[in-house]
């Protein structure tokens, strides 16, 4: 079932095809590529499709255009387009007559990482020491094991640092992205 699905997906779509069927198969293949990248950082397939919608969008898209594209819950699409915009991955638009709230991609490569970041790593990053003294008061309480505990626990601490001093590294590095 798999391969079949892949093939079809794999399958060109001959420059004859009326628009609608090229823009369909273009945004498919976005969908698998984006699908792809946020699964490497454990981020919902959701986030891809709608990201993957709006690039291939010519224009700016409101939700409720966002859900027909998608065929994703109205709190999918609304969750999924809130995430998006905390990442700094969209925009949102105004349209001069229309009330509703249009969104468009941000294709800065640089601005989306720093957001990713800021808004997924660095907080975690940030709790880590308090969660190293409760685990450090659980870990001396604690029977028995404690030697071994000792040491895993020492480790931690040791992966923290090396987190924080390669944080400005990783943010030097993104800055760099255009």
């Known amino acids: 079932?798999?391969?079949?699905?892949?093939?079809?997906?794999?399958?060109?779509?001959?420059?004859?095809?009326?628009?609608?069927d090229r823009h369909e198969?273009?945004?498919?293949?976005?969908?698998?590529?984006?699908?792809?990248?946020?699964?490497i950082v454990g981020l919902p397939r959701s986030l891809a499709e709608i990201y993957a919608v709006l690039f291939a969008s010519p224009e700016p898209m409101?939700?409720?255009d966002v859900i027909t594209r998608?065929?994703?819950?109205?709190?999918?699409?609304?969750?999924?387009l809130r995430q998006l915009r905390a990442f700094g991955a969209?925009?949102?638009?105004?349209?001069?007559?229309d009330r509703r709230t249009f969104f468009a991609i941000e294709d800065?490569?640089?601005k989306v990482a720093a957001g990713f970041l800021k808004e997924q790593v660095l907080p975690q990053i940030e709790d880590w020491p308090a969660r190293m003294q409760r685990i450090r008061?659980?870990?001396?309480?604690?029977?028995g094991q404690a030697s071994a505990s000792t040491q895993r626990i020492e480790k931690l601490g040791r992966w923290h640092r090396r987190l924080e001093q390669a944080t400005p590294d990783?943010?030097?590095l993104i800055g760099q992205w255009t």
């Open 25 to 39: 198969a273009l945004e498919g293949e976005l969908i698998n590529l984006f699908t792809r990248l946020v699964q």
């Open 62 to 64: 409101c939700m409720e």
């Open 90 to 97: 969209l925009q949102t638009v105004y349209v001069p007559g």
């Open 70 to 80: 998608t065929r994703l819950s109205q709190g999918g699409v609304s969750q999924g």
């Open 1 to 20: 079932m798999f391969l079949a699905m892949q093939a079809a997906l794999d399958s060109s779509i001959p420059a004859t095809a009326p628009p609608r």
């Open 108 to 110: 800065n490569l640089r």
């Open 137 to 143: 008061e659980l870990a001396s309480s604690a029977s």
């Open 170 to 172: 990783l943010l030097k």
